[in-house]
């Protein structure tokens, strides 16, 4: 088996979920096989941690209380997770290999993708040709992104 890391980011698009389906359909059989599949939460999504707070404070990120705001951040993680877990649930049929569902937080789609290929020794990144909002015809800009800047194999699905 050439690929034991494959990851699929996960935007809920079509096209993502035909990603996932090759993605399992590659690793499937292989029980030594991982299939990461990832959602990218945009950090500009979440609250401005200075709504939190006291904004009457000098600090940039003045909170009265931290723990809120990282309870609110994996608050979301969850969700992202438990939803991507869900689709997992009606795609696996009989896949042998390990799927893990996961959710990062990043600036960008193109960079949380590329840090979490990286960090995590994958082999393939088998993604949507387009995900949710682009135009049509084109490759998209995250996908197009991502061809760029990753230095392993890239799958791009229909």
Known sequence: ????????????????????HIALGLAGPYEVAKVHVVTVIPSASLPNPTLLGDVSLETPYA???PSTY???MDAAVERAVQDIRDVIDQ?????????????VIANSALEGIVDYVTSRD???VVMGRRGL???RGMLG?????????????VLTVK
Request: glycine fraction near 6%; charged fraction near 30%.
């Open 70 to 72: 990282e309870r609110i």
């Open 141 to 153: 800009s995250v996908s197009f992104g991502v061809l760029r800047s990753v230095d392993v194999p």
């Open 133 to 135: 909002g682009a135009l």
């Open 91 to 103: 795609s696996r049929d009989d896949a042998q290999c390990k799927i893990v569902a996961d959710a």
């Open 1 to 20: 088996m050439y690929f034991k890391n494959i990851l699929v980011p996960y935007d809920e698009s079509d096209h993502a979920k035909s990603a996932l």
């Open 122 to 124: 994958i082999d393939l």
């Open 63 to 65: 909170m009265g209380d």
